[in-house]
């Protein structure tokens, strides 16, 4: 039986569930990593200063300390700028020398025998600062002074525009503006920023961090060592989450090989949850000054957008999160105008980086919420207004006005099938009668229609598969993953090409040794690239197979066939006679063993020598775009403001889905994160650039209690662009739930006269919003 598209149950759990899981502080209890030295940083706690001293004295005296090092020590280069576009007075040393720039950037690091020793040490050095202005609204830094000298235009770190193309609002009939707030939030991966670093017996320097691949890992951090990448070997293996904030290699990792290169012991670092809340990299925040037009019908016509998005203190790879925003300005919609403008801007915060979705789900907000005015402005309902602007299906594939190669889409399709889910027309009955009664309780209801675009960098993923003894398959995969479940999917993928048993098929990944090349994982682009390498390589090792199957039967290969059922090889029309996986291996053992040689091809694998090898390096040509629609249902309590997540209805179509099973709980996983946005989670400054929220005392985490459980509907319209029709699911949730939540509440309202809030939708800014509403009357009374 063909195990795509059915519900298999995740392999890689059962050692997680039992407590064998292999996260980087296990590396404390390896032998090759002893005598194990542990790092804490000394991080700014000001948010702009000059730095007039630094005693490290009393923590070089402290008991168990191995070194101390500021960056008069360090011999490296500063951090490098993740793109060539961003201003290049902007540069971020690895360690602060003469200036911090924002609460949190390391300014020392103290390597000791113990965790406990590296922090007592490290609450003993001295920091002298000089307060400078802190520069946290970025509207006001665009008018305040340079964080760097040279700069170009002051605290600028890249604008962007669409060009060739500018929305004509002259010609329309109706007009509406909306600016919303895609509010900063903090990505709170469970397992920090832990990472280690050791120099072995080999010479060579090894890694082991908790990231999102080690390939881009080894890439970075041989640039920021000055290492060649045959120097170094690292290894990602479970890993506690990431939604895209660990990429990239952050300059305290980076530092771990050269710490381990000067004590001459391996370092490990695992920073505690308020360093990383304040280090790691912040999600979203985005300003977004939305113009929409069209005619009083309905028809949206043009459609403008002006982003100012959050640098942070350095250009870090959010100020390129615009570019998203850009590339899917109009949506699902077919809209003859469009504009686009956007500056990333430098603050005293933290930098921002990707954040699940990066900047797709920015980008779907912009129009959805867009929609939604113009819906009020003419007032017609908002499901009405997206199915008189979408895209046909016949007119896909298509080139958008800003460059997007859409494969496939049904909008409508999945319109009307996530309104009939929820029963759109008995809840608007619904609502029209509490509004008549008077009631607490305000019923609202939101839409949010999406496309987003999946594997949109790096298009291309290696994987390979290898006969071993006994007939086990070991497949080897680029992708590197953190809870997605790659280890049943690949299996699911060989099992359907090879007829193996799944369980007789090994995955290898998250090792530069083991794995020839790899590209992150992100972008929700594992199956359709890392996918298709597999299935195309698992293809090719049949092949091998039954020439050598073709051998044993005494038959032209061209008539030998692989019946998946038995995973045994025979003669066309003769299934009687046949050879399975485990004696081609055999013959093809004993006749390298006759002929002097080992069995091996070109090295041997855990499960012992390779017997035949395929590999496969799948190029996809293009993107995918995966779209569907939300229904949101909330209730807010007039008199208080609290906003009750009632439903949450997600009709999301990614295309050929190999496993029902993994795809919801990717889209559960989103569908929370995406709530999570809307209504708790914001990572607040005060005006001084001190964190508000740095801990999960004061930054909301969602939980099971504030989310109902999820109505989800499943469409699949295959794509072109490879092999198994697949598109990405990993981050739909995050790029449909949010705008239909905030639509939502902002419906149950909008018959006071209000037309926006902005995100968390919190209690007291609800309350506020219904307070200053100017048809409020006594509903607070």
């Not at 060739?164 to 900063?184: L, M, Q």
């Not at 090889?569 to 009687?576: E, I, K, N, Q, S």
């Amino acid at each position: 039986m063909a195990l795509r598209g059915t519900s298999v149950v995740r392999r890689e759990d059962e050692s997680l569930l039992r407590g064998q899981g292999q996260f980087v502080a296990n590396l404390a209890v390896d032998a090759d990593w002893e005598p194990m030295a542990h790092a804490c940083y000394v991080t700014s706690t000001v948010s702009h200063a000059e730095i007039t001293g630094l005693d490290v004295s009393a923590a070089r005296n402290s008991p168990g300390v191995v070194d101390v090092v500021t960056a008069a020590d360090l011999n490296l280069e500063p951090y490098p700028s993740p793109n060539p576009a961003f201003d290049a007075a902007i540069v971020r040393p690895m360690l602060a020398a003469d200036r911090v720039r924002f609460v949190g950037e390391p300014v020392a690091v103290v390597v000791a025998d113990s965790p406990a020793a590296a922090i007592d040490a490290a609450e003993l050095v001295i920091v002298d600062y000089e307060p400078l202005p802190a520069l946290v609204d970025p509207e006001e830094a665009l008018e305040g002074p340079a964080l760097f000298d040279g700069m170009a235009e002051p605290n600028v770190v890249i604008r962007m525009s669409l060009d060739g193309e500018e929305a004509d609002f002259d010609s329309c009939e109706a007009v509406a503006e909306v600016r919303t707030i895609n509010n900063r939030i903090a990505p709170c991966p469970l397992e920090p920023r832990v990472a280690a670093s050791r120099w072995a017996d080999d010479g060579r320097l090894h890694h082991v961090n908790a990231g999102q691949g080690p390939h881009p890992v080894r890439a970075g951090l041989a640039k920021m060592l000055e290492l060649d990448r045959s120097q170094m070997r690292v290894l990602s293996r479970d890993v506690g989450g990431s939604f895209g904030a660990k990429a990239r290699p952050h300059p305290e990792e980076a530092l771990l090989g050269w710490l381990a290169a000067r004590t001459g012991r391996p370092v490990m670092w695992v920073p505690s949850r308020t360093d990383d809340m304040v280090g790691l990299v912040h999600g979203r925040g985005q300003i977004q000054y939305c113009r929409i037009g069209g005619t009083r019908d309905g028809r949206i016509t043009a459609f403008a957008v002006h982003v100012v998005q959050q640098a942070g203190a350095y250009g870090n790879m959010g100020a390129a999160l615009p570019n998203n925003g850009r590339a899917m300005l109009a949506g699902c919609y077919d809209i003859a105008t469009l504009g686009f403008t956007s500056v990333s801007v430098l603050t005293n915060t933290t930098p921002t980086g990707p954040y699940r979705g990066a900047g797709r789900p920015e980008a779907a907000a912009a129009i959805e919420r867009a929609v939604d005015v113009f819906a009020a402005e003419i007032g017609m309902d908002p499901a009405e207004v997206r199915r008189k602007n979408f895209l046909q299906p016949e007119v896909f594939p298509l080139t958008t006005r800003t460059g997007m190669p859409y494969d496939t889409g049904a909008y409508e399709a999945s319109l009307d099938a996530a309104l009939d889910a929820a029963g759109y027309s008995a809840l608007r009955a619904e609502q029209a009668r509490r509004r008549a009664d008077g009631d607490d309780k305000l019923l609202g209801i939101g839409l949010a229609t999406y496309v987003e675009r999946t594997a949109g960098i790096g298009r291309s993923e290696y994987g390979a598969v290898e006969l071993v003894s006994g007939g086990r398959i070991v497949a080897r995969t680029g992708s590197s993953p953190y809870g997605q479940g790659h280890h049943t999917s690949w299996a699911m993928l060989i099992s359907d090409r090879t007829g193996v048993p799944m369980e007789e098929i090994d995955i290898v990944h998250g090792d530069t040794d083991e794995v020839p090349r790899g590209e992150v994982t992100g972008g929700s682009r594992s199956v359709q690239l890392a996918g298709a390498a597999i299935w195309q390589a698992s293809a090719t090792l049949v092949d091998q197979a039954r020439s050598v199957a073709a051998t044993l039967l005494e038959a032209d290969p061209a008539d030998i066939t692989l019946d998946t059922e038995d995973a045994a090889f025979h003669v066309l029309g003769t299934p009687a006679v046949s050879v399975g996986w485990a004696a081609i291996a055999e013959h093809l053992a004993s006749t390298a063993e006759a002929s002097g040689g080992n069995g091996a091809l070109d090295g041997d694998s855990a499960a012992g020598p390779r017997l035949l090898h395929a590999e496969e390096v799948f190029d996809s040509e293009a993107p995918t775009f995966p779209f569907g629609t939300h229904v949101a249902v909330v209730e807010v309590d007039r008199h208080t403001g609290d906003v009750e997540l009632r439903r949450l209805v997600a009709c999301d179509d990614a295309g050929t889905i190999l496993n029902p099973l993994l795809a919801a709980g990717q889209v559960h996983g989103g569908l929370a994160q995406g709530a999570a946005q809307a209504l708790y989670e914001e990572f607040v400054y005060d005006p001084d650039g001190n964190p508000l929220t740095g801990n999960f005392a004061d930054y909301p985490i969602i939980s099971a209690a504030e989310l109902p459980f999820f109505d989800r509907v499943v469409l699949e319209t295959p794509t072109h662009i490879n092999p198994l029709g697949a598109k990405g699911i990993g981050e739909s949730g995050t790029v449909g739930a949010t705008p239909a939540i905030q639509n939502a509440v902002v419906d149950a309202v909008a018959h006071l006269g209000i037309r926006h809030i902005d995100m968390p939708l919190t209690p007291q800014r609800v309350w506020q919003a219904i307070t200053d509403a100017p048809g409020a009357g006594s509903v607070v009374a």
